[in-house]
């Protein structure tokens, strides 16, 4: 028998790209990889922390009934903006965000994700220099806008590729770690917006931001990420050179040149059509979802305007200090425990759902009693206890998003979950508490009103226990099936009779 690759094993430029790729591998292990793909999301919501902090968002100026007036601080003062103005600039993130976010995800079928990350990372960064540069509400509001569709790429595609790349017995606790950088973000950027608007001023904390993610944009084009399952690879244009292929004589060649299928290209609004179609179809998805919208109503109105309802109720003078310290210690107990939980008690659907449905509903009556305290020690006693069960659902939720609907659906699934928690969540919610405050002015009563919603999230999530939920992660989807087919009845055709 003739060996045709055997000189080519010992080749000194085969030997030295072999030793290259173990190198990457080496160095770029999942558990590295997951880390970046961390720190990319904790400065991402640093970055809403900032825009809610009290240092940078600041106060509207304010007079007396004698006429005297004081000058607002931070871009409520220094652009003159009303509660309900102050609140659409969260609201502009958010349009930027949930319009963003199916394209990205629909793009994902022709185009390397990673690479899309990279992509969305840098109108970020420039977006984030923007808002620093900002004179007036208008040119704020469109560089908000432009953050959320930056965000929009990251939020969409970084969660397959942590399901991927955890250990199947620590999914959840991976997933965790990631969705634990969003109340640590969060609350870190209280902290961070507090002290640099107070000593720098307001500008420089967008400035910082966009000098910490410039780095990662770099290395989001330099990284070669794993391939995301259900997914074909898109780099590989270069023809096989395997030792089969080597192999072939040009008679053999030429017939499987004939009898290889041109491959078919479906428009791509045609295939996001078909996709959004079969991911509406899962029972599953919708009912997690709604519990989700739910739930981010209230968690988007307490994290825009809590360090501004505690000064109110409670006159703290470092309301920053305090409901950053409080989200960051509590989100991390919180969301980790959570993960922690469902590894142990196995992670299926329907005990996930469970977990859900009793954390936000312990979590509800202990944040509703923190507010009807008096006693700003009591409050904090009972409201660190309520956080903690609150961040409880931040993986659960989305492990349900990526594991109800097959592979090549999940950067969908996170897109149309992003798009709907968003634009009927925290996209209302915040000019909503906003204008009701206007009208009420009354912290105590504004914040029992919204916390009072999460009872119904918990009962939402409380349905799918009872549902036929199947996961189907590893289920293939119908191009899979047909391009297995393909390969089959191609070997087939190309066997050669001894």
């Known amino acids: 028998m003739t060996n045709y690759g055997g000189d080519q094993r010992d080749s000194p430029a085969i030997a030295a790209e072999a030793s290259t790729v173990t190198t990457n591998k080496r160095f770029w292990t999942p558990g590295r990889f997951v880390a970046i793909l961390c720190i990319v999301n904790l400065i991402n919501y640093v ?52 319009v963003a976010s199916p394209i990205f995800a629909a793009l994902s079928k022709r185009f390397t994700p990673f690479k899309l990350i990279g992509v969305g990372l840098t109108v970020w960064t420039l977006a984030a220099v923007g808002c620093g540069f900002s004179y007036n509400f208008w040119m704020i509001a469109v560089f908000r806008m432009f953050v959320g569709v930056g965000e929009a790429s990251f939020i969409s595609l970084a969660a397959p590729y942590i399901d991927d790349s955890a250990p199947a017995a620590r999914k959840n606790l991976w997933l965790g770690l990631f969705y634990m950088c969003i109340p640590a973000g969060v609350a870190l950027g209280y902290v961070f917006g507090g002290y640099v608007g107070n000593h720098l001023g307001w500008r420089w904390a967008f400035y910082i931001e966009a000098i910490a993610m410039a780095f ?81 109503f209230v968690i988007g109105a307490y994290s825009y305007w809590g360090p501004k309802a505690g000064f109110g109720i409670y006159h703290m ?117 906003g204008k009701m405050q206007d009208r009420l002015k009354n912290w105590r009563t504004s914040t029992l009103i919204i916390t009072s919603i999460l009872f119904l999230a918990a009962i939402i999530w409380g349905i799918g226990i009872f549902m036929n939920s199947v996961d189907r992660s590893n289920e293939k989807s119908d191009d899979e099936v047909e391009e297995e087919e393909k390969l089959e009845t191609k070997a087939d055709n190309n066997s050669v009779p001894v």
Request: aromatic fraction near 10%; hydrophobic fraction near 45%.
């Open 216 to 296: 990662f944009v770099v290395l989001s084009f330099c990284i070669k990420p794993p391939q995301l399952k259900g997914f074909a690879a898109k780099e590989s244009k270069k023809p096989s050179t395997s030792i089969e292929t080597v192999a072939l004589t040009h008679a053999e060649a030429s017939q499987i040149k004939n009898v290889t299928p041109k491959p078919k290209t479906q428009n791509l609004v045609v295939l996001f059509g078909k996709d959004m179609k079969a991911l509406f179809s899962e029972k599953v998805f919708i009912v997690n979802v709604l519990g989700y919208i739910t739930y981010n």
């Open 317 to 433: 003078k470092n309301a920053d200090m305090i409901f950053g310290g409080l989200t960051i210690i509590c989100g991390i107990i919180g969301t980790l425990g959570g993960s922690y939980v469902l590894d142990r008690i196995n992670a299926t659907l329907q005990n996930t759902f469970k977990l859900l449905a009793a954390s936000t509903l312990f979590g509800a009556a202990f944040c509703f009693a923190a507010f009807c305290m008096k006693n700003m020690y009591a409050f904090i006693g009972l409201f660190a206890v309520g956080e903690i069960l609150i961040f409880a659902p931040q993986a659960p939720v989305n492990f349900v998003c990526l594991h109800c609907v097959r592979p090549n659906l999940r950067p969908l699934s996170m897109a149309s979950s992003t798009v709907l928690i968003h634009i009927l969540g925290d996209v209302p919610s915040s000019p909503l508490y």
């Open 47 to 98: 970055d809403r922390g900032v825009i809610a902090s009290n240092g940078v968002n600041g106060s509207a100026r304010t007079c007396d009934a004698k006429g005297l007036c004081s000058a607002g601080t931070g871009i409520q003062g220094e652009f003159r903006l009303s509660n309900f103005q102050d609140g659409l600039l969260s609201s502009a993130f958010m349009v930027g965000l949930l």
